[in-house]
């Protein structure tokens, strides 16, 4: 048991009225496996990763992660929740312009105060891990969009999370690259017993998920895996 | 600073670009400063090298200030100076401005005339004798033993001594004897230079229609200084001003154009402190860069200019606005750092606005 959502309701305002983007929604991600979270654009999918990254706080219901609730939290706690606990991998690679790939990590690594030494073996074991140890030294337009995104994966690994959470990882890359990223989630999440929470739009992604999670509408419910 | 240095480096056009004004905003204020404490220099040096605490003016009208050329002590208001308790050192000093001459040359002296006892000049001047400041002997073409003219009255240099200058003149120390006219009572003074003890000097000044203030408070008293070192100042404070602002503008837009960052930063873990500290880390590196280097091309150039203008060279007119640019531009930058805090990382997230 690693990160559930119970009950999860958010809304946005929406003019006069608001927009319900989560309607009461419970999902559960446990260590080692892959949560596949499809569904519509405009589904509320995006919306369910920020909750769970305690980017945004919901309305009501719950966000456990080893079973502290992660929804009272102040700015500050939740700041750190997302340095040491929660691995995030955004839509579109988001990487900082001026540092090459290894930097990309070992800042991660300065901003938990960690020790620089450590921290760059830890990070080259990273990149190695996800195939890019060879472009260590380079900055991110040197780098393909699949190389990039696999810098943002080994990023959100770098402090160690538990809890990884991934965000249409493909949807910049064509199918063959797509296809690379997907097994190297999946390799990730058993390899480091990482839970898991991926959103998708693309159902041939499914085959490599242990869950399935459909939204539609702001409503989840399960499917059965591919 | 992880990521603020990388950025100095990656950003070098940018940043270069900010140095340069920094540069040049600090050459020119140093130089400012260098050229305003010269000419101050000039104006005042032989009042703040007197050797006395406070002068004693004659009391101004009630809606004028002191004044060095309207002051008129008369001998017996000096002589009841003399006799105030508390006072440890009385000395008159009558000056004005007049014309020098020695055979072809002339040149403009401030005539600082004195009892022959007094001990106000570098060197004693006895009756048919003038102690002329450096710059004055060199405009005149004498030495020691020569003769020259101070306001028609022929005297030999009885020593050629100190830098000291009053209202852009040199200075000639003659004797009360040798005054030229001015229109005053010839045991008139304009001033009495005197040095407190435990004098009650508001006591004084009521009884005996004066008006005593300290030296640093006697220069506005000169009509030239106020009004030069006035402008001066307001230029050197317009240029901190501009700085702080054109620094502030800087960063605020540089901060701006990195906010996607500052989301990312933030989502995966960054507060809010790391991240001012980076960019306040930032602008205090570039800040020392672009001063430091305005600084030292200023005092370079101060240098050469101090051989031909009035020009103080030192760490208060290089150091002192150096640093005062450094803690303004940081200000300047402190106004950016509003914008970090507001930087929402859920838009780090892309798709969810
Ligand atoms: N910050 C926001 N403010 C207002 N409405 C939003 C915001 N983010 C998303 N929405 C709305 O919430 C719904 C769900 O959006 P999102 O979670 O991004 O869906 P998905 O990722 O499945 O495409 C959409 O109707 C979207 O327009
Ligand atoms: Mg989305």
Redesign the interface.
């Known amino acids: 048991m690693t990160m559930h959502l119970n009950d999860v309701t958010l809304t946005y305002p929406d003019g006069d009225g608001r927009l319900t983007a989560l309607d009461h929604v419970t999902l559960h991600a446990e260590p080692g496996e892959l949560t596949a979270v499809v569904g519509p654009s405009g589904s509320g999918k995006s919306s369910l990763l920020a909750v769970a990254a305690t980017l945004i706080t919901p309305d009501s219901g719950q966000v456990l992660l080893d079973g502290t609730d992660l929804v009272g939290l102040n700015r500050k706690q939740r700041t750190r929740v997302r340095r040491d606990r929660i691995g995030i991998v955004f839509q579109s690679a988001n990487l900082l312009a001026s540092l090459t790939a290894l930097e990309q990590l070992t800042v991660m690594a300065h901003l938990a105060g960690e020790a620089p030494t450590a921290a760059g073996e830890r990070a080259l074991e990273l990149l190695d891990a996800v195939g890019l140890g060879a472009q260590a030294g380079r900055r991110p337009h040197q780098l393909s969009g699949g190389q990039r995104q696999r810098v943002t994966i080994a990023r959100g690994l770098m402090n160690e999370p538990s809890v990884l959470l991934v965000d249409e990882p493909t949807s910049a890359l064509d199918s063959e690259r797509g296809a690379a990223i997907l097994d190297l989630l999946r390799r990730l999440t058993t390899e480091r017993g990482l839970a898991t929470v991926m959103v998708t739009h693309d159902r041939d992604h499914l085959a490599h998920a242990d869950r399935v999670v459909e939204i539609v509408d702001g409503r989840a419910h399960a499917l059965a895996p591919a | 600073m992880?990521?603020a240095l990388?950025?100095l480096?990656?950003?070098k056009g940018r940043f270069a670009l900010m140095g340069t004004v920094v540069t040049l905003i600090t050459l020119l204020v140093v130089l400012l400063s260098g050229l305003t404490a010269g000419l101050g220099r000039e104006n005042i040096s032989a009042i703040t090298d007197l050797d006395a605490d406070h002068l004693v003016f004659a009391a101004p009208a009630a809606d004028q200030d002191i004044s060095f050329s309207d002051s008129v002590i008369p001998a017996q208001t000096q002589a009841d100076w003399a006799d105030v308790a508390g006072v440890a050192a009385v000395e008159p000093l009558a000056l004005g401005m007049t014309r020098a001459e020695s055979g072809a040359r002339t040149t403009g002296v401030a005539f600082f005339a004195v009892d022959e006892a007094s001990a106000l000049p570098p060197v004693a001047v006895r009756s048919g004798e003038v102690v002329l400041a450096e710059q004055a002997a060199e405009d005149l073409g004498v030495a020691a033993g020569g003769t020259v003219t101070v306001g028609g009255v022929e005297l030999e240099v009885a020593a050629v001594a100190g830098s000291d200058s009053y209202s852009h003149a040199p200075v000639a120390w003659i004797s009360d004897a040798d005054r030229p006219m001015t229109g005053t009572a010839p045991d008139a003074a304009t001033v009495l230079a005197i040095r407190v003890g435990t004098a009650d000097l508001a006591a004084a000044d009521a009884a005996l229609g004066t008006e005593t203030v300290t030296v640093a408070d006697s220069l506005n008293a000169i009509g030239s200084y106020s009004s030069e070192n006035g402008s001066l100042q307001l230029m050197r404070g317009l240029l901190l001003a501009i700085s702080a602002l054109v620094i502030g503008a800087f960063f605020t837009v540089w901060t701006v154009q990195r906010s996607?960052?500052i989301a990312?930063?933030?989502?995966?873990?960054?507060?809010t402190g790391?991240l001012v500290r980076d960019a306040v880390g930032q602008a205090f590196v570039l800040l020392l860069f672009g001063t430091g280097l305005g600084a030292a091309l200023a005092a370079g150039l101060g240098a050469v200019a101090a051989t031909v203008v009035p020009f103080v060279l030192g760490p208060a007119t290089v150091l002192l606005p150096a640093a005062l640019l450094v803690v303004l531009g940081l200000v300047g930058a402190a106004a950016s750092l509003r914008r970090i805090a507001t930087v929402d990382?859920?838009t780090?997230?892309?798709?969810?606005r």
């Open positions: 992880f990521v990388r950025d480096k990656f950003a996607p960052e990312i930063l933030k989502a995966v873990g960054a507060s790391y990382p859920l780090a997230l892309g798709a969810a």
